[in-house]
């Protein structure tokens, strides 16, 4: 337990690491401990000594609960070869990004495989499947449907040229297809891509809307959910390979994302598990913000949203927040490690967050995708090797694991430009109240005090807010715009008497950043404490919070929940809680 209460941050200790190993109850279960120096414990240590053990409902831990976020990647997942991974940075995006390759990179690329194929790599990672199906995918949807200049490359053509021969010699019959589905960009004369149907009923399906998706077409709602309940949830059979072949599977992902998903593929991918394990429980509260973060977490900055979750419960407004442990590309922190490394339950139930939500001393909650989402969560490793985000990486961001009595609202983040329409869409569809999408920092929820800088990048800015809310109390409509009223604001922090601060560096520190959040909460003012306050009372205002239509009243209630210990009360009640709750 003491490396629960003494989380370490290898980052900022003075003293230099050593590894011991604690061996728990489980004889079988070693925990890595590490041993540093006790400066960067002190703040997290102040604020949990209030709590005993035995009051937070804590038990001897038999995982890990280690400090950064790399270290929460399944040690399980193989690892992806690097030479085409960073090939598939360049050529599995969308028409205007694509970087195409270079001579020698694709000889460099192509070689990669063929050796991999022959089993001749030594020192390198062999190419999986899934990176097969996205990289040769990439290169068919390039050649059939992109513009000109993000189509292959001479040099790209003369790399294929001279391997291809060699590569249709030895690659499976369903990468052939995918990287010449109908015998026109090869210039071989094979028959494999035009007379391949899979393997099995789930594959004939998915390769049928493959030849649309590899065309640089677009698939129907129910064409889309029919193929994703089909081959999920990925199952890995023994000796590693899966129910369906990896490579179909990436190739139908990066492929829909390359093409630029259609409002109803989004909506497919969006809607298609909401009934995985039964109807969402519908929890006795007046209001309720599900969050929706990047799964994939924060690599840099501090991310706040899960103490702001604390700080708006205390004045009625619950908040559910969902996410993973670990999810690429990024593999950045996340909620689910936070939570986890403070102790709390990272395996709720969406009705024992239901339990957690109706708390009068807790009102907020975490569930993870594993819980709630399963046949998702199977695709994490896939995804790795896919590298590029796919459509899921934008609908699983807006889901409703847990209804609510009162009004709803969702909160989403982004980064790239085109995807707020989108993310609004999916939320109108889900017929809530108020939506919101924000461009926070790393393309997270977490709005800046910082003024934004005069050499900052195109695009929308940092601190970017666009929603939607609703103008009465009735139920927002399924008819667009009779009952919403749509708004977008850049946020400017220093309009409403924030100091501009840099944002604190965590740098995949997991106890750094749980550092910074409670020290905030404990009331510690500072640039974590500004960002919590700003992020709690302008998105209670933004989504037409009751007692939030003046921003000022807003911000004051955000902090006189911290100030007066609430807010931090409430976390710690959670810990504990979570702990012990039953459905």
Request: charged fraction near 25%.
């Amino acid at each position: 337990m003491k490396a629960l209460l003494y989380p370490v941050d290898p980052l900022i200790s003075p003293l230099p690491i050593t590894t011991k190993t604690r061996v728990f109850s489980n004889p079988q279960i070693r925990i890595p401990i590490k041993r540093v120096g006790k400066r960067c414990c002190i703040a997290i240590k102040a604020v949990l000594d209030s709590a005993s053990i035995e009051e937070l409902g804590h038990q001897e831990p038999d995982i890990k609960n280690p400090a950064l976020s790399t270290s929460y990647r399944n040690s399980e997942f193989p690892k992806p070869n690097q030479t085409v991974l960073d090939a598939q940075t360049k050529v599995c995006t969308g028409p205007t990004q694509t970087k195409p390759l270079n001579e020698e990179q694709a000889l460099k690329v192509l070689d990669t495989i063929l050796r991999s194929a022959k089993g001749g790599l030594k020192d390198e990672e062999p190419v999986s499947k899934a990176q097969l199906g996205a990289f040769f995918t990439a290169m068919t949807i390039r050649a059939n449907a992109f513009p000109e200049p993000t189509q292959w490359s001479e040099g790209e053509r003369r790399a294929m040229d001279h391997y291809w021969p060699q590569l249709i010699r030895v690659l499976p019959k369903d990468v052939i297809f995918i990287a010449d589905p109908e015998d026109s960009i090869m210039g071989i004369g094979s028959s494999i891509g035009p007379k391949f149907v899979g393997n099995s009923t789930a594959e004939m399906r998915l390769v049928g809307a493959l030849r649309e998706v590899l065309a640089g077409g677009h698939l129907g709602y129910e064409e889309v959910q029919g193929v994703l309940k089909d081959i999920l949830p990925l199952k890995v059979e023994e000796m590693g390979s899966s129910s369906v072949s990896e490579s179909l599977l990436s190739a139908f992902m990066i492929g829909q994302r390359m093409n630029r998903e259609t409002d109803r593929e989004l909506k497919a991918y969006c809607l298609a598990f909401d009934d995985e394990l039964g109807p969402a429980p519908v929890a006795d509260v007046n209001s309720l913000t599900h969050y929706g973060e990047p799964y994939d977490g924060n690599t840099r900055y501090f991310r706040s949203t899960l103490f702001v979750a604390a700080v708006r419960s205390c004045y009625g407004e619950s908040c559910l927040l969902h996410g993973v442990d670990w999810m690429p590309p990024k593999g950045g922190i996340t909620e689910e490690q936070m939570v986890m490394f403070m102790g709390a339950n990272t395996h709720l139930t969406p009705s024992q967050a239901k339990i957690l939500l109706e708390d009068d001393e807790v009102g907020f909650a975490y569930v993870s995708q594993r819980e709630a989402r399963p046949s998702l969560y199977s695709l994490i490793g896939l995804r790795e090797h896919i590298k590029k985000r796919p459509p899921l990486a934008t609908a699983e961001k807006v889901q409703q694991i847990v209804r609510a009595r009162g009004k709803e609202a969702i909160v989403a983040g982004f980064y790239h430009g085109g995807y707020e329409e989108p993310l609004l869409m999916l939320m109108r569809r889900r017929g809530v109240h108020a939506g919101l999408v924000v461009k926070g920092e790393e393309g997270a929820l977490s709005m800046t005090t910082r003024l934004r800088s005069a050499n900052a990048s195109k695009g929308l800015p940092v601190n970017y807010c666009s929603g939607f809310r609703s103008v009465n109390l009735a139920p927002a409509c399924a008819v667009d715009g009779v009952s919403r009223e749509s708004f977008n604001i850049e946020v400017n922090a220093s309009d409403y008497g924030f100091a501009s601060t840099d944002t604190p560096r965590t740098d995949r520190s997991v106890a750094r950043n749980i550092e910074l959040g409670l020290a905030a909460l404990r009331g510690d003012k500072g640039p974590a404490y500004d960002r919590i306050v700003l992020n709690a009372g302008m998105v209670d205002h933004l989504l037409g919070s009751d007692g939030a239509q003046d921003i000022s009243a807003a911000f004051d209630r955000a902090r006189e929940a911290i100030d007066s210990g609430k807010a931090l009360r409430r976390l710690l009640n959670y810990i504990k809680i979570s702990n012990k709750v039953i459905s």
